[in-house]
Structure formats: structure tokens, C-alpha cells
């Protein structure tokens, strides 16, 4: 079945490291996303990427990074200059369909 | 810019009524959409039904049915005789044309608990 991967579910970072959290869909779709949801709120988006080797930043882009190497994959690296990492974050992608959107299940990331 | 708002961070309902859940939004697009996910407590999202600026009818999906007001630029959800299995946080989410990309935009959240 198609969908999107999210790997891992959970993560612990010590404070100053980078991680890195996976995204891969086997949708064909174009555009991925993603998004950082805090307890209690919202989503906002961090990055998103309409095409392979080209993406922008969101809302809330400072202190990550990402890459878009293949249509599948859309991998989001958290540094050491993002001061409040702890959070859960969901990856989503999209087609030019009319409510095209697939989340993943998200990763809770926990900075120790 | 693009806004939605849900005002409601907390609802508790008997099972089996029905439920109301308040999104109104902002923008100056003329073409959007207008969406509705469940958030069980596992953090995954789930696609609960759609309505588009320039559908003329209300959305339904099952229980689920979506009152669209354009004027007043509400969407709310309505849920018809609710489930334990319905208590979760809702968001209310709007795709539109931002910066020359489609984004989705989303709300704070309600938290629908379901009382036995």
C-alpha cells in the first residue's frame, strides 16, 4: 500500500547534536512537507519542497535543515542552533489532487 | 495572509449527540480548500472530509458534514451522533496559494472528548 514513513517514532537528542529524522513516500507525489506540532497546538510548517532538489523555508525554519535528493525522500535534520527541538513533527506530501494530502505518523523527538 | 481559528480549545459531549466544531478562516484568495483532520491520541492525522471555495453544497462524509458559510467564512464541522471512538483533537486546516506554492494552513485545535 502507498503512504508515507516516518522514522523513528521516537528520538532522544542530547543537547548540541544534530538528528535526523526520515521521511520517505512511495505516492509519486511531487510536494512534501514539514511540520512541527507542539502539546496542545497547532501545526506549523518548517519546510516544504515542490520538486526534487529544491525546497523553501516555512514558518519556523531556523535551527533546521532539509534535503531533496530523490521524489521520495525529504529528510529533516534538527541542529544544535534549534533551541527548543523537543517536539512531535509530522511529514506530509501532496499530489495536484483535489485533497491530496498523506501524513506520516509522525516522529516525537525529546531533547534529554 | 491566511488564517484559521478555531475558538473552542475544549469540548465535552454525551455519546450519541451531535457535535459542532467552529473554524472560521482569512483570506483574499478566491480559490481554496477547506479541510478537516482527526488527531487520535497516536499523533497521526487523518483526512476527515474536504470542501472546496467553490463547491455550492455542504461537504458530507457519513457522520461527518461540513457547514460552509463563504460569507461569513466558516467551515464547521459537524459530527451526528457521536462516538467514544470520536474523542480526539480536530483541526481545521486551508489550502491556498502562498508565496507561489500550496500550503496548508492550520488551526489550533479542539480537543472533543466523548462522555459514555
Known amino acids: 500500500d502507498g503512504g508515507i514513513t516516518q522514522s523513528p517514532k521516537y528520538l532522544f537528542r542530547k543537547e548540541g547534536q544534530n538528528v535526523t529524522l526520515s521521511c520517505e513516500q512511495n505516492?509519486?507525489?511531487?510536494?512534501m512537507y514539514w511540520y512541527r506540532q507542539d502539546p496542545g497546538q497547532g501545526l506549523r510548517l518548517i519546510y516544504y519542497s515542490q520538486i526534487v532538489n529544491d525546497f523553501q523555508k516555512g514558518d519556523i525554519a531556523e535551527g533546521y535543515s532539509v534535503s531533496r535528493e530523490k521524489k521520495e525522500s525529504f529528510p529533516l535534520t534538527v541542529t544544535s542552533a534549534q533551541k527548543n527541538p523537543t517536539a512531535f513533527y509530522l511529514c506530509a506530501s501532496s499530489s495536484r489532487a483535489v485533497y491530496g494530502y498523506t501524513f506520516g505518523s509522525g516522529t516525537r523527538l525529546t531533547v534529554v | 495572509a491566511q488564517k484559521i481559528t478555531q475558538t473552542q480549545p475544549g469540548m465535552f459531549v454525551q455519546e450519541k449527540e451531535a457535535v459542532t466544531l467552529d473554524c472560521t478562516y482569512d483570506?483574499?484568495?478566491?480559490?481554496?480548500?477547506l479541510f478537516w483532520y482527526k488527531q487520535p491520541s497516536s499523533g497521526e492525522m487523518i483526512f476527515l472530509i474536504y470542501q472546496g471555495s467553490y463547491d455550492e453544497q455542504n461537504a458530507t462524509e457519513g457522520r461527518y458534514s461540513l457547514n460552509f458559510q463563504k460569507a461569513r467564512k466558516s467551515a464547521n464541522l459537524v459530527i451526528s451522533a457521536s462516538q467514544l471512538g470520536d474523542s480526539a483533537m480536530y483541526f481545521c486546516?486551508?489550502?491556498?496559494?502562498?508565496?507561489?506554492?500550496?500550503?496548508?494552513?492550520f488551526g489550533q485545535g479542539t480537543r472533543l472528548t466523548i462522555n459514555p
Open positions: 483570506t483574499s484568495d478566491q480559490s481554496y480548500g
Open positions: 505516492l509519486n507525489h511531487d510536494a
Open positions: 486546516a486551508m489550502r491556498g496559494l502562498i508565496q507561489g506554492a500550496q500550503k496548508l494552513v
